[in-house]
């Protein structure tokens, strides 16, 4: 069982928390001005990436707040976790 | 009277206690301190089970956990009976009662055998080769043959009457294996004053030092040392020792699971105590300290009872004080096969020869054997045993130029064989670290580590105690270093012991025979030959993942503890590449089968999910209540009174509220308080409907989208003031739809000003429904005027009933005059009472979830979750009404928009009347255009839609239906069928509102 260092909180177990899907995909201001594929792009298509993934998780069994991780897909462990509203620390380094 | 096979003296079994148990129904007797496979070993018993698919007899072939013969169910009652349990690992106890596994009618003469004369018709793959045709047979004939042939032990069929618990632990230092080199790590982390905790499978702490009767360690036979060692480790405060617990599971971040087996070892378990725990340990760092496990070697016939792995027979002997024959064959690649065959000359054990693969013979291992009067012979191999239910001789052939000379055949009871030994790296590859191949070894050794952990000793291919104590020791301290912790003092250990060197085979071992004719094990456990192997790769499988999967080799209970390298060998010869390109099948947790209970721990029964109740529930069961799961709740689903069924009862529940009032219990109701400045603004954003204009002190049902366009969920919402709105959720929803709103509120607009708080446990929700509701409510009001002009259907207004707070709603899900009244959830049942009571003049009565969906479906109102299923929008279950069509946007808005949301053939909620009226349709029945169709069709019908709802109406006093039908609204008036096993069954489309459809009831 990993641990999570939710920023708010520090380290836990993961079952404190919820994985809360891709990350930085804001949702667009005026949704109306945007095509079916913008939209079906926006609503649907993910990164899906082999190595670093920036996503969200939730602390839901603790102070309930969203924040964002960077977690390596190949090794399922976390790189860096930060807080909502946060841009998407840059980390050099391959995968470990 | 313990055994004819029991030396004199020696071992560590207790002598001073003689125990009876009973094997197969006989009763033999051992002593404290012996394993199940050691006391019948004693007795001279060898044949411990049938194999599992050709059924051949079967004898114990360790003394450990990699046993992959020796399975057996041992039994305490009907209900505490547990199958495949290693005799190797069972410990004796007063009446033990074990049986053994695959056999039928009896172990001596097993009917199943007969598969073993057909063994030329059950190759490699014939599972899937074999029981392909006819279609359809596979199910209804050969899988049942199969596992009836097959199948291991039986597991009882009662439930399993005892507590297993579950705990988490922390520590600096794991250590995992109590042999030499883990008490070595364990004595020098703790001291560093790192927390240590040393855990080992078996039931005493030492290891291979537990066998050990000629090494001395600082100056002390190796036991004393080890007793010695142990008594500093316990002494010491910062150590957990446990016993008969196993590491059976490495999890990232150092999560180690331990399965601890607590009164497994005793006759009289104390009933307070668990059978097992399950430990969760969080350590810092760990230390593999695994050992390493004796190969054996493939030849043929080498699955007679009485063949067993060298050391496995020398720890017979030396740890358990039993002889495992009278007269041994060994046969060795190594050194290991020379150290047992003279321990057991010394223990009275006749050697008969001692064949070798090897050439040569290093060391002054053959002129000690020599000198002990033992007929070693280099280069020789064993081409093939005599017996039946126990060995009888062994054919020794000489090996000149890789061909296979004359075999000899020499008499004996027990072959011992060693093909050198295989690091345990399970625990290591579970970490997820990387292996690496050692072509001197011919192992795989820990390479790159992923966790916090290192590897000691053996399992890391470090052989000799010397070596292993002192590598112990290092990485002892080297882990309670990386921990934070100093270092312990240098330590020099001084150690006398005999060097087996670290020779070794894989592969199958040369034999000359006809290949038709000889049976070389590779896995016992599965009876994986090193034919049906090399047939494998005749047919073109190449990863040892594939051939693991074609003949199962590898995949029973050991997970191929002792066959994996052998396999690889095989596989590497036919194939003419190395090992390491053939790959290594993947180490999975348990490392030895686990229980189910330690995993269910105290979630069974009433525990196995939580319970969530209601205020007033007490009040309803004690009025009789049937009760439904919804969730987690338990919802009253109706209230029979005597001789009533669940018709009858909601019939006449139905005919109260419609003719003078109800009263239900619908606390369970999802429940949000939204505040804040923005809280109009966020509740625009999160539902379809208008709420800016939406007067405090009114009421509005409220629809919630996903973003994709779809009902998610929806429940009516108060406002209470400006700020302040009491928002409801279906039952099941109300989590889903808070993470909802607070995933938009935290991630998406953060500027917005507003709070979210769950109240769905603190207010009791009292729905009294009917035309007498006024009335009966009307006097329990403190401040609260309930008439007409005052408080107007779809409002709600605060004040006191009964000198409790309240919020009232006027508002009704089941078509009558309605009001629901808030409560504080401690105050729930008193004002439930008090209602009951100021209504019994009405006859007021409570009703159920049965009577309430019979009542909303009158009326066609929706359920979100059974008339919707997450691909209907608003539109399709006629609620476009509350879409807020002039707002900019809100969550589903923009798919909403998209052409395919308002196709005219979209499913659409529509009302369903059965020609008959008495047939009350299913629920979920297809809806087709064709009419006489009866299930199964005998050709394509296409599907028009599904039924949703369906019940018995008494007030109707006939059958009524909700579906959702492709182009339904068009479809109104026409007549459709649905089709069942019993016959087709006519319907008339009609409006999804049977009752009073203007509503003009709400304000009678
Ligand atoms: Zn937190």
């Given at each position: 069982m990993l641990i999570i260092n939710c920023p708010w909180c520090g380290a836990r177990p993961e079952i404190e928390f919820r994985y809360g899907g891709e990350a930085h995909i804001a949702r667009p201001a005026d949704p109306s001005a945007l095509s079916d594929q913008e939209w079906a792009d926006f609503l649907y298509n993910r990164t899906n990436p082999k190595g670093r993934h920036a996503e969200r998780w939730r602390h839901i069994h603790g102070c309930g707040r969203y924040f964002n991780a960077v977690r390596d897909t190949v090794s399922d462990f976390f790189v860096a976790t930060y807080k909502a509203g946060e841009p998407r620390p840059d980390i050099a380094g391959e995968t470990k | 009277m313990t055994g004819s096979f029991r030396t004199a003296s020696g071992g560590r079994i207790d002598r001073a206690k003689p125990l009876a148990f009973r094997f197969d129904g006989t009763t033999y007797y051992g002593f404290q301190g012996d394993t199940l496979a050691s006391a019948l070993i004693a007795n001279?018993?060898?044949?411990?089970g049938r194999s599992f698919k050709y059924h051949r007899p079967r004898g114990v072939v360790s003394a450990g956990s990699d046993e992959p013969n020796a399975l057996v169910d041992v039994r305490r009652d009907d209900a505490r009976t547990t199958p495949n349990l290693r005799a190797t690992q069972v410990e004796l106890y007063e009446g033990l009662v074990a049986t053994s596994q695959n056999r039928w009618p009896s172990l001596a003469f097993?009917?199943?055998?007969m598969n073993d004369l057909f063994s030329p018709f059950l190759p490699a793959g014939f599972y899937y080769k074999t029981f392909m045709w006819p279609a359809g047979a596979w199910k209804r004939f050969y899988e049942p043959k199969i596992r009836a042939m097959a199948g291991l032990g039986v597991a009882p069929t009662l439930p399993d009457p005892d507590r297993y618990t579950q705990h988490y632990a922390h520590c600096d230092v794991l250590v995992i294996g109590a042999g030499p080199a883990g008490i070595a790590a364990a004595l020098a982390a703790s001291a560093t004053g790192a927390r240590v905790m040393l855990v080992d499978e078996q039931a005493e702490f030492g290891g291979s030092l537990l066998a050990e009767t000629a090494a001395t360690l600082d100056g002390k036979p190796a036991q004393q040392w080890l007793a010695d060692g142990l008594e500093t480790l316990a002494a010491s405060g910062n150590v957990t020792l446990r016993t008969r617990t196993t590491a059976f599971g490495y999890f990232p971040h150092n999560m180690i699971a331990l399965a601890e087996r607590v009164t497994e070892h005793l006759a009289s378990p104390n009933p307070n105590l668990p059978r097992e725990r399950l430990w969760q340990v969080r350590a810092t760092e760990v230390v593999i300290a695994a050992g390493a496990l004796e190969r054996p070697l493939v030849f043929p016939e080498n699955d007679r009872p009485g063949v067993m792995l060298a050391d496995a027979g020398r720890t017979y002997l030396t740890r358990y004080g039993a002889k495992p024959g009278t007269r041994a064959t060994v046969f060795t690649a190594c050194d290991s096969g020379y150290r047992a065959a003279l321990e057991l000359a010394a223990g009275g054990v006749e050697v008969a020869a001692i064949a070798d693969l090897r050439p040569q013979v290093h060391g002054d291992w053959a002129a000690k054997a020599l000198d002990a009067g033992i007929d070693v012979r280099p280069s020789t191999v064993v081409t093939g045993t005599l017996g039946r239910r126990r060995v009888s001789g062994a054919h020794l052939a000489k090996l000149k130029a890789g061909a296979v000379g004359p075999a000899e055949t020499v008499a004996c009871d027990l072959v011992l064989m060693s093909g050198g030994f295989t690091p345990s790296v399970h625990m290591f590859s579970q970490s997820r670290g990387k292996l690496v191949y050692d072509p001197a070894l011919q192992v795989y050794l820990p390479g790159t580590?992923?966790?916090r952990e290192r590897s000691a000793g053996a399992c890391r291919g470090v052989y000799g105690l010397k070596a292993v104590i002192e590598d112990g020791y290092a990485r002892g301290e080297g882990a309670a270093k990386d921990a934070g912790f100093g270092t312990s003092s240098p330590r020099a250990f001084a150690v006398e012991a005999a060097e087996l060197g670290t020779d070794g085979f894989i592969g199958a071992v040369p034999h000359g025979r006809n290949p038709a004719f000889a049976k070389a094990f590779v896995d016992w456990q599965n009876d994986v030959t090193s034919k049906d192997i090399a047939l494998a790769t005749r047919e073109g499988f190449r990863s040892i993942e594939h051939v693991k999967r074609y003949t199962t080799t590898g995949m029973a209970t050991d997970q191929g503890k002792s066959s994996n390298m052998n396999a690889l060998g095989i596989v590497s010869e036919q194939l003419g590449v190395g090992v390491p390109q053939i790959g290594l099948t993947t180490f999975r947790p348990p490392f030895t089968p686990t229980t189910f209970g330690i995993f269910a721990g105290a979630a069974r029964g009433d525990l196995f999910d939580p319970i969530r109740t209601t205020p007033i529930h007490d009040w309803a069961a004690e009025r009789g209540a049937a009760f439904e799961d919804v969730s987690l709740w338990k919802r009253a689903h109706y209230f029979p009174k005597t001789g009533e069924d669940m018709h009858a009862a909601v019939a006449r529940e139905c005919k109260a509220v419609r003719s003078s009032a109800g009263i239900f219990d619908a606390s369970t109701l999802g429940k949000i308080e939204i505040v804040g400045p923005d809280a109009a603004e966020f509740m625009n954003r999160m539902y379809t409907n208008a709420w800016t204009k939406l007067e405090p002190g009114r009421l509005r049902y409220g629809v919630m989208l996903r973003e994709d366009g779809f009902v998610m969920d929806d429940g009516v919402v108060g406002r209470l003031s400006h700020d302040r709105f009491h928002v409801t959720t279906t039952t099941g929803g109300a989590p889903r739809v808070l993470a909802h709103m607070e995933d938009y509120l935290q991630t998406e607009w953060p500027d917005l000003d507003v709070w979210l708080t769950s109240t769905t446990e603190q207010w009791a929700v009292i729905a009294v429904q009917g035309p007498k509701s006024r009335e009966i409510l009307q006097p329990l009001m403190d401040d609260i005027d309930l008439s007409r002009a005052a408080f107007p259907h779809m409002s709600v207004r605060e004040g006191h009933v009964c000198g409790v707070p309240t919020r009232v709603f006027s508002v009704s899900f089941t078509g009558e005059l309605g009001f629901e009244v808030n409560v504080p959830a401690e105050h729930g049942r008193a004002i439930w009472e008090a209602i009951f009571k100021a209504g019994a003049p009405y006859g007021i009565t409570p009703y159920g979830t049965e009577t309430m969906h019979v009542l909303r479906a009158e009326k066609g109102y929706i359920i979100v979750g059974q008339e919707t299923d997450g691909t209907a929008v608003p539109d399709d279950v006629n609620l476009g009404w509350a879409v807020g069509k002039a707002k900019r946007d809100f969550v589903g808005k923009r798919s909403l928009e998209r052409a395919a949301m308002s196709a005219p053939d979209r499913k659409q909620l529509v009302g369903l009347l059965t020609t008959d009226p008495k047939i009350v349709l299913e629920e979920g029945a297809q809806i087709v255009a064709e009419p006489g169709v009866k299930v199964p069709s005998p050709h394509p019908v296409p599907m028009l839609g599904f039924v949703t709802s369906s019940y018995a109406s008494a007030t109707l006093e006939r059958s009524i239906a909700l579906a959702m039908i492709k182009g339904g609204r068009a479809r109104i008036g026409t007549k459709l069928h649905v089709p069942m096993p019993g016959g087709s069954i006519e319907v008339t489309v009609v409006e999804p509102s049977f009752y009073d459809p203007k509503g003009e009831r709400f304000d009678a």
């Open positions: - | 001279g018993v060898h044949l411990m097993d009917a199943g055998a580590s992923v966790e």
